[in-house]
Structure formats: structure tokens, C-alpha cells
């Protein structure tokens, strides 16, 4: 069964240093999603993608975020200048319409 | 805002005995879907169901939707040891953006 492959399994970042997430998604997929889950707390969305351009995005994703498809497989969360409070676990899932969404198995993302 | 909170937050049974976890919504919605987590892992989609259902089965899992009362709720019969995990729902806004919100989940702990 097709599945989204998440890279790097676990980053390991400066603060203030930008950090790239990777996301290959289910290649048939149009719907694409970044969440965040701070260890212990429940999932929370950041940004949702379609047609190569935000469809929604949470008070959360602010100006430090950025979502890109440069290549029609890749689904990238770039985050410019990384705080503290930026350490989570970051997920990233793909659907079709109507359909339920297919979740990779995460980033950690640790910030020094 | 549109949230999804469960509860209990979390549960601790018995393996054959049955496990009810109970999720409320604040808005309109396309659709509820619940989700399993295990510990430092990706989510795994369980089931969903739509607004116009009011209850749906799969296998060991059966899910209410009560949109009245902006109330769902998961049974999960004749529980394992392997049904061990963090539950969360999640709802579809009707607003015409693709936005899911998870609610705060359930850890279920089943004994052996």
C-alpha cells in the first residue's frame, strides 16, 4: 500500500538556524497537510495545500513558515528561523477529496 | 473556534473488555474521523464518518455521530493488549477550506 515517507526522521537544529522538512506524498494525492504535535499534547494543524497554492493555515503558521511543491512529488515545511518552542514532532499527511487523510510517521524536529 | 475534545482523557481496561471514548465539536462539519497513535509514531486513519451518517462499523470498531448534540463516540469491542494507544478525533470544517482539527485524544491502556 502506497505510503507518505517523511525525511529526516529526526533534525537536529541551532536556534535561529532554517530547517527544511521534507514530505513525499501519496503520488496520486491532491491534498497535502502540515501538523505539529509538541511531545504530549494533541496534534494540532498548521497549513493545508491544494492546487499549488495554502488552502487554509492555522494562527500558528505565521511568517516564519513556508509550504512548497517545487517539483510535483516533494511537499517541503520550511521554517526561516527556528525558536525553541519550534520543537515537535511535525507531521505531514495527503488525501483525495472526501477521502480520509494518510499521515507519515514524522519529523522530530529538536531545537538547541 | 472549531475543537474537537475527548474524554475520557484517558482509559485503563481490561483486555476483552469494551473501551468508549467520547469526542465533542463546536462547528459545522463535512465529516469526523477518529485516529490511532502509537507512541512516537505517525497517525493510522480508523474510520470517518459523514454528516449524514449516524453510526458506522468496521470490524471491532463502532463509531456514533450525533450532530445535534456535536458528539461522537468510538467503541472499540472486546479490547487486546495491541489496542494500547492514543485515540484522537478529528473534524472536517464546512467552510469550504480543507481544515482538520484533532481533539486532545484518549490514551487507552489495555492489560493482558
Known amino acids: 500500500e502506497p505510503e507518505v515517507t517523511q525525511t529526516p526522521s529526526h533534525q537536529v537544529t541551532q536556534m535561529g538556524q532554517e530547517v527544511i522538512l521534507r514530505c513525499v506524498p501519496i503520488?496520486?494525492?491532491?491534498?497535502f497537510y502540515w501538523y505539529r504535535q509538541i511531545l504530549g499534547q494533541k496534534v494540532e494543524f498548521l497549513v493545508s495545500?491544494?492546487?499549488?497554492?495554502?488552502?487554509?493555515k492555522s494562527e500558528i503558521f505565521d511568517d516564519q513558515f513556508s509550504v512548497e511543491r517545487p517539483d510535483g512529488s516533494n511537499f517541503t515545511l520550511k521554517i526561516r528561523s527556528t525558536k525553541l518552542e519550534d520543537s515537535a514532532m511535525y507531521f505531514c499527511a495527503s488525501t483525495r477529496v472526501g477521502q480520509p487523510q494518510h499521515f507519515g510517521d514524522g519529523t522530530r524536529l529538536s531545537i538547541l | 473556534s472549531q475543537q474537537g475534545e475527548e474524554d475520557p482523557q484517558a482509559l485503563s481496561i481490561q483486555e476483552g473488555e469494551n473501551a468508549t471514548m467520547n469526542c465533542s465539536y463546536k462547528?459545522?462539519?463535512?465529516?469526523l474521523q477518529w485516529y490511532r497513535q502509537n507512541s512516537g509514531r505517525g497517525l493510522v486513519h480508523l474510520i470517518l464518518?459523514?454528516?449524514?451518517?449516524r453510526e458506522k462499523h468496521s470490524g471491532r470498531l463502532r463509531v456514533t455521530l450525533d450532530t445535534s448534540k456535536k458528539s461522537s463516540s468510538l467503541l472499540i469491542t472486546a479490547s487486546r493488549a495491541a489496542d494500547t494507544a492514543s485515540y484522537f478525533c478529528?473534524?472536517?470544517?464546512?467552510?469550504?477550506?480543507?481544515?482538520?482539527?484533532f481533539g486532545a485524544g484518549t490514551r487507552l491502556f489495555v492489560k493482558a
Open positions: 478529528a473534524t472536517d470544517a464546512s467552510t469550504g477550506g480543507f481544515k482538520t482539527i
Open positions: 464518518i459523514r454528516s449524514n451518517e
Open positions: 462547528t459545522s462539519i463535512n465529516n
Open positions: 495545500f491544494y492546487n499549488n497554492e495554502i488552502s487554509e
Open positions: 503520488s496520486n494525492h491532491l491534498y
